[in-house]
C-alpha cells in the first residue's frame, strides 16, 4: 500500500466551506454564530498578522486544522496564553476521524516551526480538563499544565512549553 502524500499549508479563502464539508470541523454551531462565520474571523486574523491558520490535505481533501495566535482581538487578552511577541498560543487542533494518525504531530511540528520562526518562545495551548485523551497527548507532547480556569460550563486547563 502506498503512503499518503500529506500538505500542510496555510488556509486560505477557499478552505472556508471545505472546513465543514471535508468533515475537519464538525458538531453544533458554535456559540454567537456559524462555523462558516468563525472560519472567516480566523482568516481576517490570519490576514491582520494576529494567527496562522494550517490546514493539513490529502488526494481526499482536508484531513485537519491548527491555529497558532499570536495576539488575540481587543477585548481578550491573555498575554500569559499570547502577547504578540514570545509567547503564542496553539488553538483549534482537528483532526478529521479517517486521517492518518500522523496528521496530528505534522500539524503540531508546523506550528512550532512558524513559532520559532517568529521568535516565539513560549507556546501554549488550552483544553477541556474533561478531555482526558487530549490532555494525556499535550503532555506527551511536552506541554507542562500552568493554569486552570473556570467557564460557565467546563474548566480549562492551560498548558505551556519552551520553544525557544
Same mark, same amino acid.
Given at each position: 500500500? &502506498?503512503?499518503r502524500? #500529506?500538505?500542510i499549508? /496555510?488556509?486560505?479563502? &477557499?478552505? #472556508?466551506t471545505r472546513f465543514?464539508a471535508d468533515r475537519v470541523?464538525t458538531g !453544533?454551531?458554535? !456559540?454567537?454564530? %456559524?462555523?462558516? @462565520?468563525r472560519i472567516?474571523?480566523w =482568516? &481576517?486574523e490570519? &490576514? ?7 490546514v ?5 481533501? =482536508?484531513l485537519?486544522t491548527?491555529q497558532?495566535?499570536f495576539?488575540?482581538?481587543?477585548g481578550y487578552a491573555?498575554? @500569559?496564553?499570547?502577547?504578540? =511577541?514570545d509567547v503564542a *498560543?496553539m488553538?483549534?487542533l ?11 504531530s505534522? =500539524?503540531?511540528?508546523?506550528v512550532?516551526?512558524?513559532? $520559532? $520562526?517568529?521568535s516565539?518562545k %513560549?507556546l501554549? /495551548?488550552c483544553l477541556? *480538563?474533561? @478531555?482526558?485523551?487530549?490532555l494525556r497527548?499535550?503532555k506527551m507532547w511536552g506541554f507542562?499544565?500552568f493554569r486552570i480556569?473556570?467557564e460557565? $460550563?467546563k *474548566?480549562?486547563?492551560? /498548558?505551556? $512549553?519552551?520553544i525557544?
Open positions: 500500500m &502506498s503512503q502524500k #500529506i500538505f499549508r /496555510f488556509a486560505q479563502a &477557499s478552505d #472556508i465543514t470541523v !453544533p454551531n458554535p !456559540p454567537r454564530g %456559524t462555523w462558516t @462565520e472567516v474571523k =482568516l &481576517s490570519q &490576514s491582520a498578522g494576529r494567527r496562522a491558520v494550517f493539513a490535505e490529502d488526494h481526499t481533501g =482536508l485537519g491548527v497558532l495566535v495576539a488575540f482581538p481587543a491573555d498575554p @500569559e496564553a499570547a502577547n504578540g =511577541l *498560543m488553538e483549534g482537528r483532526v478529521r476521524a479517517d486521517a492518518p494518525p500522523e496528521v496530528g505534522q =500539524l503540531l511540528t508546523e512550532q516551526r512558524l513559532a $520559532k $520562526k517568529r516565539v %513560549t501554549t /495551548f477541556p *480538563m474533561n @478531555e482526558h485523551r487530549a497527548q499535550a507542562e499544565e480556569m473556570p460557565p $460550563k *474548566m480549562l486547563a492551560f /498548558f505551556r $512549553k519552551s525557544g
